[in-house]
T-cell receptor, first 111, second 119 residues
Framework: AQSVTQLDSHVSVSEGTPVLLRCNYSSSYSPSLFWYVQHPNKGLQLLLKYTSAATLVKGINGFEAEFKKSETSFHLTKPSAHMSDAAEYFCVVSNNNDMRFGAGTRLTVKP | EAGVAQSPRYKIIEKRQSVAFWCNPISGHATLYWYQQILGQGPKLLIQFQNNGVVDDSQLPKDRFSAERLKGVDSTLKIQPAKLEDSAVYLC?????????????????FGPGTRLTVL
């Protein structure tokens, strides 16, 4: 069985400050891990993915995530938040066909 | 390229009524997924098709939910009869193929979803 825990349901940052969205996972196998973003009234969009290659993964819009096996974590970061980053973010663990989504973290960006 | 299309975008029904959702995946995508996203939760897979065959429907409440993809292209998801707890956003996604041991992940592309409210 596998599961994902997103440690914060809501994160609020000021524009231009760093973003950290935390994700811990549980998996019996070597997992694939992803971050998706969901803007209001829009479909989920893939930000980045880890599939057992480099542990530091760079995604779109300046986001990156680091896979830490010892900590079973896959935290999402961005050096400087932009207003357009305000959205819901989902951490996902996958083994073949079985994709499990976290409950989501709502990111608010204050001017 | 055109994305995943879903209709309707919004639907309000009373409990015990029936409802159907439609999804048209990206052209050429063999695999189609239906997810249920309840408010405050992440999406949960209901059913996965590859072409017109079911790959996984283990989390589909089969007493009231049904889905088909007869020609291996577009798909419909039906709820009959609806319950209050079915209120959610129903997401459709598609991918080129099914993940396998040698191709760990085929990116899923999501549609905008159908927001269902059951009164």
């Amino acid at each position: 069985a596998q599961s994902v825990t997103q440690l914060d349901s809501h994160v609020s940052v000021s524009e231009g400050t760093p973003v950290l969205l935390r994700c811990n996972y549980s998996s019996s196998y070597s997992p694939s891990l992803f971050w998706y973003v969901q803007h209001p009234n829009k479909g989920l969009q893939l930000l980045l993915k880890y599939t057992s290659a480099a542990t530091l993964v760079k995604g779109i819009n300046g986001f990156e995530a680091e896979f830490k096996k010892s900590e079973t974590s896959f935290h999402l970061t961005k050096p400087s938040a932009h207003m357009s980053d305000a959205a819901e973010y989902f951490c996902v663990v996958s083994n073949n066909n079985d994709m499990r989504f976290g409950a989501g973290t709502r990111l608010t960006v204050k001017p | 390229e055109a994305g995943v299309a879903q209709s309707p975008r919004y639907k309000i029904i009373e409990k015990r009524q029936s409802v159907a959702f439609w999804c048209n995946p990206i052209s050429g995508h063999a695999t189609l997924y239906w997810y249920q996203q309840i408010l405050g939760q992440g999406p949960k897979l209901l059913i996965q098709f590859q072409n017109n065959g079911v790959v996984d429907d283990s989390q589909l409440p089969k007493d009231r939910f049904s889905a088909e993809r007869l020609k291996g292209v577009d798909s419909t998801l039906k709820i009959q009869p609806a319950k209050l707890e079915d209120s959610a956003v129903y997401l459709c996604a598609s991918s080129l193929d099914v993940p396998s041991a040698w191709n760990l992940y085929n990116e899923q592309f999501f549609g905008p979803g159908t927001r269902l409210t059951v009164l």
